[in-house]
C-alpha cells in the first residue's frame, strides 16, 4: 500500500514538472482564461473582425488624418511620383520657425533609424555598409556631399516619407515632426562643412 | 528490542555523518567561490555596465559600437586617478587639456555621457567586470582559485567530496555489519536468543526513513512545478522565419529600436511589419554570414530564410522595382513574453521613463539566433527589480526623467499661495489612458 502510494507521488511530481515551459512548449497555466486575453490584444490577428464583415481593417490611419500629438499644422501635399519629388523642394520646414528643436532627440533618431546605413558621421558608410564589407550592397548617400548639402528640406522629407532608389520608406518608423527633427539635426552637421563649402562657391563664382 | 536500539544508534550515527559530510563540502565550495576574485564586486560592475556602458560600449569588450572597445582599458591609462576622472566627467577632464583625454575624445564623434554619481568602489567594479569578460575569465565554469592553491574546478571538487562521502558511507555499513555480527557472537556465548533481523523491506525504521526523504525530494519538485506553472521561463517557440537577433543586432549593430521603435512610445514594443525588414532587405537578398544552426544542431539556410520574407512580401528579386508593397502578408510570428491578462505593463514606462536597457529583461539577445525567454517574468521579479532599482529625477542635469518636477511646481505655487489646491486634473486625472487602457 505504501510503495504504491510513494510511487504515485513520484509519477506525479514528474509529470508536474513537466508543466514547465521550453522549447518549442509554453507550458500550462492555473486558469487559462485570466492568463490569456479575451480582448483583442495588440496584434492580434484580426480573421475573426473579417468573418464579422469589418473588411475594411487595414490596420492604416484613415487618409488625411493627422494624429493628435503631431501638431505642426502640416499635411505633407505631395503623393510618391516624380512629379510629387519635383514639387517637394518647395515645401519648407515647419520647424524652421521653432525655437530650441531638440537636437539631442533628434541625433538618438538618426542613431537609430539612420546610422545603420548612413554613418554615425553622416558619410554614407554606417556599419551595414562597411565601406562595401557589410551584407548591405548599396552605398548609401554621404550626408556631406556637396549635392546632398544643396538638396531642399522638403526633397529629403520626400525621400523620408516615400523611400527613394534602394531605401525604403521610413513613415511606418518615424513620425512626421521626428522625420523634420532628422533633416534639422543633418542640416546641423552639414552646417559646418557647408559654411566653407558657400565661402569656396561664392569666390569661384567672383 | 536491543538489535533495534543498536540499529537505529548506527542509523543516527551515519546520517550525523552524512549531513556532516555535505555541510562541510558545500561551505568548502562557497569559501573557494569567494576566494576566487570577489565575484560579487564583478557581479555589481557587471549590472552597472550593462545599466550605464553598454547601450554604447559593446558587450565583449572587443568590438567598437558606438564608444571604443573597453578591453584592456586600464592597462591604456597610466593614471587610474584621471581614467576615473575620465568616467565621472569625460568633458571636464578633456577641457582640462589632459593628454590621454584629448587623445580618448577624438576617437568617435559622440561625447560620453557623464557619469558623476558613480562612487570610486563602483568604478572599481566595473573595471573588474570589463577586465573579467575580456580576458575570457567570466567564461570559465568556475572562477581560479587563490595563488596558493592550485586552480581546481567545482565540478572537479564535488566528484572528490562524492567519492569521500560515499567512502565514509562504505565504512559506516560496514562497521554496522560487524557490530551487529559481534553482538550476535556476544549474546550466543552468554546464551540469550538472538532474535533473527526482519527483512529491510518490513524494517519499520527503513520504510519510515524511505518514506521521509521521497516525501521531502518529490515534494520540492512538486512545489517547484506549481510555482513555475504559467512561467514561461526558456520557452523557445519555432518562429515562421529562422530570424537571428544575432545576425541583425549584433553582428550587424542594428539598434534594437530600429525594430521595436514602439517601445519607446508605447505600451507594446512592435513587432516591425514587412516593409521595415524590406528596408534592407529589398537590397540584401542573399545571407553570406557565417554558418547558422537552429537549437537542435541543424544547419539553417540563411539565403533560404530570406526567400521565405520574400514570399510573405510579394517581393521579386527578379524584378526589384515593380514591388507592390501593399500586397505585402503580414508574418504570425509567435510571442515569447507573454504576461497574465491582468498584469498591465507598458514599455515606453520603462525603456524612455526609467532608462532601462531591453537586455536587462530580455538577456543578450545580441547573442540569440532564435530568441529564448531570459526572464522568469513572475511577480517576484517584478518586484525585486523594483525594490532596488534607483528612479533618476535629476531634472537639474537634464538626463532624468523630470517627472515630479510638475510636484515640486505644484508644492511651491500653494505655499505662494498661487495655487489653493490641486486637482485630480492637475496631475494627469483626465488623461484618456487613465481609465480606458
Excluded at chain 2, 512580401?313 to 513574453?337: R, T
Aim: charged content about 20%.
Amino acid at each position: 500500500m505504501k510503495k504504491y502510494f510513494l510511487i504515485g507521488t513520484i509519477i506525479a511530481g514528474g509529470l508536474l514538472v513537466g508543466c514547465g515551459a521550453g522549447n518549442n512548449n509554453p507550458g500550462y497555466s492555473y486558469m487559462p482564461d485570466m492568463a490569456y486575453s479575451v480582448a483583442y490584444e495588440t496584434y492580434a490577428p484580426t480573421d475573426a473582425l473579417q468573418k464579422a464583415g469589418v473588411s475594411s481593417y487595414n490596420g492604416l490611419p484613415v487618409e488625411g488624418t493627422v494624429a493628435q500629438d503631431d501638431d505642426l499644422g502640416f499635411v505633407y501635399p505631395y503623393k510618391n511620383d516624380s512629379l510629387g519629388y519635383a514639387l517637394s523642394k518647395n515645401v519648407k520646414n515647419p520647424l524652421d520657425t521653432v525655437a530650441n528643436v531638440d537636437l539631442k532627440e533628434a541625433e538618438r533618431l538618426y542613431e537609430i533609424n539612420c546610422g545603420i546605413c548612413h554613418g554615425s558621421k553622416l558619410d554614407g558608410n554606417g556599419p551595414l555598409f562597411n565601406g562595401g564589407n557589410g551584407p548591405y550592397t548599396a552605398a548609401p548617400k554621404n550626408f556631406m556631399d556637396k549635392d546632398v548639402i544643396a538638396l531642399a528640406d522638403g526633397t529629403m522629407y520626400h525621400s523620408i516619407t516615400y523611400g527613394i532608389r534602394a531605401m525604403g520608406s521610413y513613415a511606418s518608423q518615424l513620425k512626421p515632426i521626428q522625420r523634420w527633427e532628422i533633416i534639422k539635426f543633418i542640416r546641423s552637421k552639414q552646417g559646418k562643412t557647408a559654411t566653407a563649402a558657400a565661402a569656396s562657391d561664392s569666390t569661384a563664382a567672383k | 528490542m536491543t538489535n533495534y536500539k543498536y540499529i537505529l544508534n548506527r542509523l543516527t550515527l551515519i546520517m550525523i555523518t552524512l549531513f556532516a559530510v555535505t555541510v562541510s563540502a558545500s561551505i568548502a565550495q562557497d569559501s573557494t567561490k569567494a576566494a576566487g576574485g570577489n565575484s560579487a564586486g564583478i557581479e555589481e560592475g557587471k549590472q552597472l555596465f550593462t545599466s550605464k556602458c553598454q547601450a554604447c560600449h559593446s558587450g565583449d569588450m572587443k568590438s567598437n559600437s558606438i564608444g571604443p572597445a573597453l578591453g584592456g582599458i586600464e592597462a591604456q591609462w597610466d593614471d587610474k586617478g584621471k581614467l576615473h576622472e575620465w568616467i565621472r566627467n569625460n568633458i571636464a577632464l578633456t577641457a582640462s587639456g589632459y593628454p590621454k583625454a584629448v587623445e580618448v575624445s577624438k576617437l568617435t564623434p559622440v561625447v560620453m555621457t557623464p557619469f558623476e554619481d558613480l562612487t570610486d568602489a563602483q568604478i572599481d567594479n566595473i573595471l573588474a567586470y570589463i577586465d573579467a569578460k575580456f580576458t575570457g575569465k567570466l567564461d570559465q565554469p568556475a572562477p581560479a582559485a587563490g595563488a596558493a592553491k592550485p586552480a581546481t574546478s567545482e565540478s572537479q571538487n564535488n566528484w572528490i567530496f562524492a567519492i569521500v562521502t560515499l567512502v565514509l558511507a562504505l565504512i559506516a555499513i560496514t562497521l554496522m555489519f560487524v557490530n551487529r555480527r559481534l553482538k550476535r557472537l556476544a549474546n550466543d556465548v552468554e546464551g540469550i536468543p538472538t532474535v533473527e533481523p526482519l527483512p529491510f523491506f518490513r524494517n519499520k525504521v527503513y520504510l519510515a526513513t524511505i518514506g521521509i526523504i521521497l516525501f521531502t525530494v518529490s515534494g520540492y519538485y512538486f512545489s517547484k512545478a506549481m510555482i513555475n506553472m504559467n512561467r514561461q521561463i526558456h520557452y523557445e517557440p519555432l518562429q515562421p522565419i529562422f530570424y537571428s537577433h544575432k545576425v541583425h543586432a549584433g553582428i550587424n549593430q542594428i539598434n534594437c529600436l530600429y525594430c521595436h521603435g514602439n517601445a519607446w512610445e508605447s505600451k507594446t514594443a512592435a513587432i516591425p511589419s514587412v516593409n521595415v525588414c524590406m528596408n534592407c532587405h529589398k537590397t540584401i537578398q542573399k545571407y553570406n554570414g557565417e554558418q547558422l544552426t537552429d537549437a537542435s544542431g541543424a544547419m539553417v539556410d540563411g539565403t533560404a530564410e530570406i526567400q521565405k520574407l520574400f514570399k510573405y512580401a510579394g517581393f521579386d528579386p527578379q524584378n526589384p522595382n515593380n514591388w507592390d508593397e501593399s500586397k505585402a502578408k503580414p508574418i504570425e510570428w509567435v510571442k515569447i513574453h507573454n504576461l497574465p491578462d491582468h498584469v498591465y505593463f507598458n514599455h515606453s514606462q520603462h525603456v524612455r521613463v526609467g532608462n532601462v536597457q531591453c537586455q536587462t529583461c530580455h538577456g543578450e539577445v545580441t547573442a540569440m539566433n532564435e530568441v529564448t525567454q531570459f526572464a522568469e517574468l513572475s511577480m517576484g521579479w517584478c518586484v525585486n527589480c523594483h525594490r532596488q532599482t534607483a528612479v533618476n529625477f535629476n531634472k537639474d542635469a537634464g538626463s532624468g526623467n523630470q517627472f515630479y518636477s510638475i510636484y515640486e511646481k505644484f508644492h511651491n505655487d500653494i505655499k505662494s499661495g498661487k495655487m489653493d489646491s490641486v486637482t485630480v486634473k492637475d496631475i494627469g486625472g483626465i488623461e484618456c489612458q487613465k481609465c480606458h487602457y
